[in-house]
């Protein structure tokens, strides 16, 4: 048997920002949708079950990715240990992770509104060694993406450079929004 579909259903970005708590004006509305709409439900209860696996690999270190600012707090409402750096677009920050770092995020600076597509690159400058992500989720209404980069391999990094770069790809064409520069130093432990 086939569930049936909700011809009112809740945008993702709804459910989302319910679970969150980020759009308390509609929340009653979107409980009592939910409360007769079992395809909604569902869709919730699918959300919930990711975030929760996130939360797993996030606690186990093993999470590279974009996240939104309000899931970053909703991590460190959960008790995550997260150690943020804000940087500015063409900027650099001073940066390390310590063991008691569950979470690392950067928040890129950079003018979204305009933009349709959005890559963003990571450079280990030390080794040469270059990861793009194509077609990252980001708020074009927010003036930042924020980076998770997977805690275990920060923690493997020797000091030295990393550079991350957004591009906004249109039509084809690449134009760079901002590069950010990180002089990460390896944590050596209590002196």
């Given at each position: 048997m086939t569930e049936p579909v909700c011809i009112r259903a809740i945008p993702t970005s709804g459910l989302l920002d319910?679970?969150?708590?980020?759009?308390?004006?509609?929340?009653?509305?979107?409980?009592?949708?939910?409360m007769g709409c079992v395809h909604c439900s569902a869709r919730l209860?699918?959300?919930?079950?990711?975030?929760?696996?996130?939360?797993?690999?996030?606690?186990?270190?093993?999470?590279?990715?974009?996240?939104?600012?309000s899931f970053v707090a909703a991590l460190r409402g959960d008790g995550l240990r997260v150690r943020e750096y804000h940087v500015p677009a063409n900027g650099s920050v001073a940066c390390t992770?310590?063991?008691?770092?569950?979470?690392?995020?950067?928040?890129?600076?950079?003018p979204l509104r305009d933009v349709q597509?959005?890559?963003?690159?990571?450079?280990?400058?030390?080794?040469?060694?270059?990861?793009r992500m194509s077609d990252v989720p980001f708020d074009p209404a927010a003036d930042a993406v924020v980076l998770?980069?997977?805690?275990?391999?920060?923690?493997?990094?020797?000091?030295?450079?990393?550079?991350a770069r957004l591009i906004a790809v249109q039509d084809g064409a690449e134009r760079e929004l901002g590069s950010y520069t990180f002089d990460h130093t390896r944590f050596a432990g209590p002196g």
């Open positions: 319910y679970w969150l708590g980020d759009d308390v004006a509609a929340e009653a509305a979107v409980e009592e949708h939910l209860e699918a959300l919930v079950r990711v975030a929760r696996g996130i939360r797993r690999a996030t606690r186990a270190g093993h999470f590279h990715g974009v996240l939104s600012a992770v310590t063991p008691d770092d569950d979470l690392v995020v950067s928040h890129l600076r950079a597509r959005l890559d963003l690159v990571f450079e280990d400058l030390p080794s040469g060694t270059e990861l998770a980069p997977d805690v275990a391999m920060l923690r493997e990094f020797d000091t030295g450079l990393r550079r």
